[in-house]
């Protein structure tokens, strides 16, 4: 049996590996874009083939959970004591991929890849202060402002060179 | 115009963390990522032919163009998109969120550079140079300060 330390170095791999794949997918993305002349339509064709993959890899992994209980039962009772917003999360993965299609050959990779980073960054900072949609309250502080101003710098300098 | 394009990036970016807070709270109801991500696409696939029926007025033959064009563009995008969000999900519970950004940031950045440098995927050329490797490393300095504390 392996050591703990050794599956470490595994999974960071796996992390650093996927990670590269990342802005791949995004230039392949704007490849399809040039190929069909609508950024709408290249999002739509990676959503698609997304969305299939993923239901082939639900009915692979969770498909005891799946067909145990009745699943129309089951998904009635969450829909029915949900909030709305539950299900819009996808809507904002489309705009994230259609803009970063459109973004991407204009300002390249680099800047494509730094900027949304530090918008995440800064909102995941306000969802954080604020302890919206039921995550654990953590204040922002010196260090946190700190952190944004030296990725706004580091944002300069790749923007600038 | 270029300082549009800048913001527009920011504010994609800005998205990100919401879909994950609540696609991580869609998890907890449904009890599994996987169906969560799942649901997650299909909305947003109906949302997308939606918004392109209204939108976008060649829609039949910039359909059509897809039969000309080669395999991996086609399925590609949505693959590499698919194998990212599982490895983000199975990486979380053992590394940790910190560590799970922080290597997955680097990737990006590595092959961001990469892409730039070399002018893949047709993206225009822009070599690697000093300035832009130090704002690579502020930026994960950053990263790594705001995950900290």
Redesign the interface.
């Known amino acids: 049996m392996k050591n703990k330390s050794s599956y470490l170095i595994i999974y960071m791999l796996l992390g650093l590996f996927a990670g590269m794949l990342s802005p791949i997918q995004t230039s392949i993305n704007s490849e399809l874009r040039n190929a069909v002349h609508s950024p709408l339509v290249a999002s739509l064709v990676s959503f698609s083939v997304g969305t299939v993959a993923l239901i082939l890899l639900v009915l692979l992994i969770e498909h005891r959970r799946l067909f145990k209980t009745n699943p129309l039962e089951k998904g009635k009772r969450v829909i029915s004591k949900s909030p709305w917003w539950l299900w819009i999360g996808g809507v904002l993965g489309v705009i994230f991929v259609t803009a970063n299609i459109f973004l991407l050959p204009m300002i390249g990779a680099a800047l494509t890849v730094v900027l949304a980073l530090c918008g995440q960054m800064v909102i995941a900072l306000v969802i954080d202060h604020f302890g919206w949609f039921g995550v654990p309250k953590h204040s922002i502080n010196v260090q946190r402002i700190f952190g944004i101003i030296v990725m706004v710098a580091g944002i300069f300098l790749i923007q600038h060179f | 115009m270029?300082i549009l394009?800048?913001i527009?990036?920011?504010?994609?970016?800005?998205?990100?963390?919401?879909?994950?807070?609540?696609?991580s709270?869609?998890g907890l109801?449904?009890?599994?990522p996987?169906?969560?991500?799942?649901?997650?696409?299909?909305?947003?696939?109906l949302?997308?032919?939606l918004?392109?029926l209204l939108?976008?007025p060649?829609?039949a033959s910039?359909?059509g163009?897809?039969s000309s064009?080669p395999w991996?563009?086609?399925?590609?995008?949505?693959?590499?998109?698919?194998?990212?969000l599982?490895?983000?999900i199975?990486?979380l519970p053992?590394?940790g969120s910190a560590?799970?950004v922080v290597?997955?940031?680097?990737?990006?950045?590595?092959?961001?550079?990469s892409?730039?440098h070399f002018g893949?995927?047709?993206?225009?050329v822009?070599e690697l140079?000093?300035?832009?490797l130090?704002?690579?490393?502020?930026?994960l300095?950053?990263?790594?300060?705001?995950k900290?504390?």
């Open positions: 270029i394009l800048l527009a990036g920011f504010i994609s970016g800005m998205t990100i963390p919401v879909q994950t807070s609540i696609n709270r869609l109801q449904v009890k599994s996987y169906i969560a991500s799942a649901i997650s696409f299909l909305v947003g696939t949302v997308l032919l918004v392109s939108a976008e060649h829609l910039d359909i163009l897809l064009i991996w563009m086609l399925i590609g995008g949505g693959f590499l998109g698919v194998f990212y599982t490895s983000n199975l990486l053992r590394l560590l799970t290597v997955t940031l680097l990737g990006q950045m590595i092959m961001a550079l892409i730039d893949w995927f047709h993206v225009p822009h140079n000093g300035p832009r130090i704002g690579i490393g502020l930026m300095v950053g990263v790594f300060v705001i900290k504390y």
